[in-house]
């Protein structure tokens, strides 16, 4: 059981007899981490292409990048490493909290590797800075900053500042540039 998947589902497959208007081939080796730039979740480029792209912020969390499997991937690119910008962890539930704190990875719990990366972390699960919300609301933006979050929008304000530019990508892209400080492909961060 992860992310309070309940067990015994039935998974849903065609009728053999099915006909499609066309198919779509896709071929994912081909496939890589790509961000929406700021300030469309339209606007998409490599993650790649955008190194140049100094960051102040990292999130992950919220209803989106919140759940236990987006922060074990975080985890993935993280553990054994250090974050050198501020980092901020909003677990999506109650449950995600006490996954992380109860799961172990070799000696530590994922919520250790976590918070010994640097990231800070908070057990009160919320929407928290994703929302934006008030001056107090923990990782919101109070300063014009640019940030790489796990969440689902970036339009200007969404994380508090207006002027500040929000970056979406997934939590392995987050962790990956939360460790260099600027926007990076994850892809050389896993073994």
Same mark, same amino acid.
């Given at each position: ?9 039935? $998974? ?6 099915? *006909?499609?208007?066309?198919? @779509?081939?896709? +071929? ?12 469309? $979740? ?8 955008? &190194?140049?792209?100094? @960051?102040?912020?990292?999130?992950? &969390? ?15 690119? =993280? ?5 050198? =910008?501020?980092?901020?962890?909003? $677990? ?7 996954? @992380? ?5 070799? +000696? *530590? ?21 994703? @929302? ?13 900053? *640019? ?45």
């Amino acid at each position: 059981k992860l992310n309070a998947t309940k067990p015994g589902y039935q $998974p849903v497959e065609r009728d053999r007899e099915q *006909k499609f208007v066309y198919e @779509l081939a896709v +071929d994912l080796s081909r496939l890589e981490p790509v961000v929406a730039c700021h300030p469309d $979740p339209g606007r998409r480029k490599p993650a790649r292409e955008l &190194g140049n792209i100094k @960051l102040d912020r990292a999130y992950i &969390g919220s209803c989106t990048g919140g759940k236990t499997s987006d922060f074990l991937e975080f985890a993935r690119v =993280i553990r054994g490493r250090h974050v050198v =910008i501020d980092t901020f962890g909003v $677990p999506a539930t109650p449950e995600t909290v006490h996954e @992380l704190q109860s799961c172990h990875w070799g +000696d *530590k719990t994922v919520w250790e590797i976590l918070v010994d990366a640097g990231v800070q972390m908070t057990e009160n699960a919320s929407c928290a800075a994703c @929302l934006g919300g008030p001056t107090d609301t923990f990782g919101r933006m109070n300063t014009p900053m *640019k940030c790489i979050s796990a969440t689902n929008r970036n339009f200007p304000g969404r994380m508090g500042h207006k002027e500040s530019q929000v970056f979406l990508a997934s939590p392995m892209t987050v962790a990956a540039s939360a460790i260099t400080g600027k926007i990076t492909d994850p892809r050389g961060f896993l073994s």
